[in-house]
């Protein structure tokens, strides 16, 4: 074959440009690139179809997956030099020996060039078994051959491995998914045009190249077929119709070839001597004479070169956009990394400290221009903080959940000491109150707690959006102990304010506030409520208008039994049944002779080990209880009204502001000294393999768009 020079310097403009992203180990996949994907089943002839386009063997064979690798091959047509014109061409007999006019080079091995194509086969297998091992493992990393010769037309094409459905021998179990993931991330590429091998002697309809061609390209614009093996088909068939596209049509169309049975590969017929085998078969065979001229592999090869040809001529525009927006992109990043050299210590660690002063005083704030739209963040978490959760469960306190009716009574009593008081005692009212006062402050602690993790949570909310961190990690470390360590020290005096708002409230119960009910009202209050539920009193007879029996003094006149004895002021601290029993008002005479005469020494016993109260409230105590407790809620209500207003504002000024004026001061206090810069300033080994990788995707692409713009 001899070249055309159908479009051989675009062809070669996208092997240069292939050859400057495979250079900086990047594939060429954000750019698109267009090239030609071979894709078939096992043993449906594609390495058959690359060797008759090389005219050469220098392709891995065997029996199950020989290719594990994807092989990018680029075709490049190198004429003989003027000077060696007339000097014998090689033996077509013997595809073996070297040309000095034919060799091969890989990508991964720069400067060698390998003119004996069995050290290039050889070579295929060393490199795929390094990367994949020496099982039947498969790798996407591809393997990058350029192959100088006069004998073919510019091409780039992508071998595929071919498609498999049972795993055999050592094959991983998931070995059909693996395949055809990689076969699908080359084809699905819009710019990919896709070569399907299909063996002729097998219905088309069950083939796996045009099956996984038509996913992605359900039009057929840019698939192309070969048919192999036509030779072997029975007598009497043809792939006529295939090629006429009345079966499976493809924009592109069918090309037939016959390529080198096995038995003609292991006596190494030359591909020359198969070729020229081939154009005699289809020039003498009734159904392909009259078509002859567009059968065969060098029509194949001029086809293709036509394609990519064209197909890079389209795509040239729409390359030239793309290679722009990968510089922005690239640029972008290198910018965020630092840039190509690095920056002076001292002025990094001061732009960071000023970042995330203004983004913490943003936060809390809410002037940050990134605010979330779907939950409360930063300064309004803390504000949750204040007027629903605090305020919440300092309203819902309930200051008679630790105390009975029962223990009050018991706290008038002893409030009262050895005389018993004729009102309700301002002690047992101020020992109560302040009890339950006290119990305030463990909320309001907690308050305090939850601000402080909230101001933590804004800190691990920051730190990851400044660009220097993700540059100097040890910095980022530094900064999050600093900030730490000040809202920590900043906990002390905010939790000391805090408690003392509260011992403040309690060691002073001022019951002149204006808010607060008077013990007058309150006695009046309660005295309404008890009457209220008392039966009406005696009405006067109506005929004699004297009142009823029992009205007057109290039940104590005349005309009414001598009532049984009231109980004394400690009578409900007894049982009755403890009692003596009383006779005619006086208690009973002992029975025993001798004994200490009536009314003196039986009525005096030893008090008990433990007084405690025996019997339900009676009615003075329960008013004085129902009075104490009207108080303790009406003035604690008070104190928790004021708790509410000042425990947030002792917070937000001891914590949350003290946090927002000084924590940039604290920082340059901290860090901006020589000895501290030292440590904190080493990029992270992640960030300097990036700007590395970063700063040659870059050269490469200002190196592609110069390419570009040459043509």
């Known amino acids: 074959?001899?070249?055309?020079?159908?479009?051989?310097?675009?062809?070669?403009?996208?092997?240069?440009?292939?050859?400057?992203?495979?250079?900086?180990?990047?594939?060429?996949?954000?750019?698109?690139?267009?090239?030609?994907?071979?894709?078939?089943?096992?043993?449906?002839?594609?390495?058959?179809?690359?060797?008759?386009?090389?005219?050469?063997?220098?392709?891995?064979?065997?029996?199950?997956?020989?290719?594990?690798?994807?092989?990018?091959?680029?075709?490049?047509?190198?004429?003989?030099?003027?000077?060696?014109?007339?000097?014998?061409?090689?033996?077509?007999?013997?595809?073996?020996?070297?040309?000095?006019?034919?060799?091969?080079?890989?990508?991964h091995l720069p400067g060698e060039k390998f003119y004996d194509f069995n050290k290039i086969r050889a070579e295929i297998v060393r490199?795929?078994?390094?990367?994949?091992?020496?099982?039947?493992?498969?790798?996407?990393?591809?393997?990058?051959?350029?192959?100088?010769?006069?004998?073919?037309?510019?091409?780039?094409?992508?071998?595929?491995?071919?498609?498999?459905?049972?795993?055999?021998?050592?094959?991983?179990?998931?070995?059909?998914?693996?395949?055809?993931?990689?076969?699908?991330?080359y084809i699905s590429r819009p710019n990919a045009v896709i070569l399907a091998v299909t063996a002729a002697n097998v219905d088309l309809a069950n083939s796996d190249g045009l099956k996984l061609a038509r996913e992605v390209d359900p039009e057929g614009t840019r698939t192309i077929g070969v048919l192999t093996k036509v030779d072997l088909m029975d007598a009497g068939t043809d792939v006529i119709d295939i090629l006429a596209g009345r079966v499976i049509p493809l924009r592109l169309g069918y090309v037939p070839v016959v390529n080198r049975g096995q038995r003609d590969v292991d006596s190494s017929k030359p591909i020359q001597v198969a070729l020229d085998a081939e154009k005699k078969f289809f020039e003498t065979h009734p159904s392909y004479s009259s078509k002859a001229q567009y059968c065969g592999t060098p029509y194949l090869a001029r086809r293709l070169n036509a394609i990519l040809m064209h197909h890079i001529r389209a795509t040239l525009p729409d390359i030239k956009v793309r290679?722009?927006?990968?510089?922005?992109?690239?640029?972008?990043?290198?910018?965020?990394?630092?840039?190509?050299?690095?920056?002076?210590?001292?002025?990094?660690?001061?732009?960071?400290?000023?970042?995330?002063?203004?983004?913490?005083?943003?936060?809390?704030?809410?002037s940050r221009e990134d605010l979330a739209h779907d939950e409360l963040s930063g300064g309004a978490r803390i504000s949750f903080v204040f007027h629903e959760l605090y305020n919440n469960a300092i309203k819902s306190f309930d200051p008679f959940d630790q105390i009975k009716d029962g223990d009050i009574r018991v706290r008038l009593y002893n409030s009262s000491g050895s005389t018993p008081s004729l009102f309700v005692g301002t002690a047992a009212f101020e020992i109560l109150v302040k009890q339950q006062i006290r119990r305030l402050e463990e909320p309001s602690l907690k308050c305090c707690q939850l601000v402080y993790d909230e101001l933590i949570k804004i800190l691990n909310m920051i730190l990851p959006k400044i660009a220097a961190f993700k540059r100097y990690p040890e910095l980022e470390k530094?900064?999050?102990?600093?900030?730490?360590?000040?809202?920590?020290?900043?906990?002390?005096?905010?939790?000391?304010?805090?408690?003392?708002?509260?011992?403040?409230?309690?060691?002073?119960?001022?019951?002149?506030?204006?808010?607060?009910?008077?013990?007058?009202?309150?006695?009046?209050?309660?005295?309404?409520?008890?009457?209220?539920?008392?039966?009406?009193?005696?009405?006067?007879?109506?005929?004699?208008?004297?009142?009823?029996?029992?009205?007057?003094?109290?039940?104590?006149?005349?005309?009414?039994?001598?009532?049984?004895?009231?109980?004394?002021?400690?009578?409900?601290?007894?049982?009755?049944?403890?009692?003596?029993?009383?006779?005619?008002?006086?208690?009973?005479?002992?029975?025993?002779?001798?004994?200490?005469?009536?009314?003196?020494?039986?009525?005096?016993?030893?008090?008990?080990?433990?007084?405690?109260?025996?019997?339900?409230?009676?009615?003075?105590?329960?008013?004085?209880?129902?009075?104490?407790?009207?108080?303790?809620?009406?003035?604690?209500?008070?104190?928790?009204?004021?708790?509410?207003?000042?425990?947030?504002?002792?917070?937000?000024?001891?914590?949350?502001?003290?946090?927002?004026?000084?924590?940039?001061k604290e920082l340059l206090q901290e860090l901006y000294k020589p000895e501290v810069l030292e440590d904190i300033m080493k990029e992270s080994p992640v960030v300097v393999e990036r700007r590395a990788e970063v700063v040659k995707m870059l050269a490469a692409l200002n190196k592609a768009e110069e390419i570009v713009a040459s043509v």
């Open 127 to 185: 490199d795929t078994e390094a990367k994949t091992g020496k099982n039947a493992g498969i790798s996407p990393l591809p393997i990058n051959l350029r192959i100088f010769s006069p004998n073919v037309l510019t091409l780039t094409l992508v071998d595929l491995p071919g498609t498999t459905r049972v795993p055999v021998g050592d094959q991983p179990r998931d070995i059909e998914r693996q395949i055809r993931d990689m076969l699908m991330k």
């Open 478 to 664: 530094r900064f999050n102990s600093i900030v730490i360590n000040f809202l920590r020290r900043s906990m002390e005096p905010t939790t000391k304010l805090v408690s003392n708002l509260v011992m403040m409230q309690a060691c002073y119960i001022n019951t002149t506030h204006p808010d607060f009910i008077s013990g007058h009202k309150a006695m009046s209050i309660v005295t309404d409520r008890i009457n209220a539920t008392k039966a009406p009193p005696p009405a006067t007879d109506p005929k004699s208008g004297r009142l009823a029996p029992g009205a007057v003094n109290n039940n104590k006149d005349l005309d009414v039994e001598i009532q049984k004895e009231e109980a004394g002021f400690f009578g409900s601290f007894f049982n009755p049944k403890s009692k003596k029993r009383l006779t005619n008002g006086r208690p009973e005479s002992p029975s025993t002779p001798g004994a200490a005469p009536a009314g003196v020494m039986s009525a005096m016993e030893q008090p008990p080990q433990i007084i405690r109260p025996q019997q339900a409230l009676n009615e003075r105590e329960t008013i004085e209880t129902e009075v104490i407790k009207l108080l303790i809620h009406s003035y604690f209500n008070i104190i928790k009204r004021e708790m509410i207003d000042m425990v947030p504002k002792s917070v937000s000024l001891t914590l949350v502001q003290h946090s927002k004026d000084l924590i940039q």
């Open 323 to 366: 290679i722009g927006e990968q510089q922005k992109k690239h640029a972008a990043e290198l910018q965020s990394l630092g840039g190509m050299v690095a920056d002076n210590s001292g002025s990094v660690v001061l732009s960071a400290i000023t970042e995330f002063a203004t983004e913490y005083r943003g936060a809390i704030d809410g």
């Open 1 to 107: 074959m001899t070249s055309t020079g159908l479009g051989t310097e675009v062809v070669a403009l996208v092997n240069r440009l292939q050859d400057v992203f495979s250079a900086v180990g990047q594939s060429a996949s954000a750019i698109d690139l267009p090239q030609i994907c071979v894709l078939g089943s096992q043993s449906s002839g594609k390495s058959s179809v690359l060797e008759n386009l090389v005219g050469r063997d220098f392709l891995p064979r065997g029996t199950g997956i020989v290719t594990r690798r994807p092989l990018v091959l680029q075709l490049i047509n190198r004429p003989i030099p003027a000077a060696k014109a007339g000097a014998p061409a090689a033996d077509a007999a013997g595809d073996s020996k070297t040309n000095e006019n034919e060799w091969g080079e890989f990508l």
